[in-house]
Nanobody
């Protein structure tokens, strides 16, 4: 499974961005997927995650009410809608997917078998 992350950019505080993670899989299977982010000098952190079916989601406290994760299984795409962006949201955002045997997401980065290349989000004040 190859993941392609896109949608990052430079925005001002209060603006919105929509990230997309598209999976290329010969079997067209769906995977529990998460968005992590890593900013300079900090550890990678889980931002949001969604189960294989989309029935269950998770958000870090720092993004609750501002970010929304969703999936379109027909298009093998998981999106992260980011509203009311803050300078603290500046980071490289990575999408990651678990092996298909897992229905749900995990808070641990080592639980994800597949990673995208990352997309940079910069929020200016």
């Amino acid at each position: 499974v190859q993941l392609q992350a896109s949608g990052g950019g430079l925005v001002q505080a209060g603006d919105s961005l929509r990230l997309a993670c598209t999976a290329s899989s010969a079997s067209n299977d769906n995977h529990a997927t998460a968005w992590f982010r890593q900013s300079l000098g900090k550890e990678r952190e889980l931002v949001a995650a969604i189960s294989r079916t989309g029935a269950s989601t998770y958000y870090a406290d720092s993004v609750k009410g501002r970010f929304t994760i969703s999936r379109d299984n027909a298009k093998n795409t998981v999106a992260l809608q980011m509203n009311s962006l803050e300078p603290e949201d500046t980071a490289i955002y990575y999408c990651a997917a678990r092996a298909r045997t897992w229905m749900s997401y995990s808070p641990r980065s080592d639980a994800y078998a597949y990673w995208g290349q990352g997309t940079l989000v910069t929020v200016s004040s």
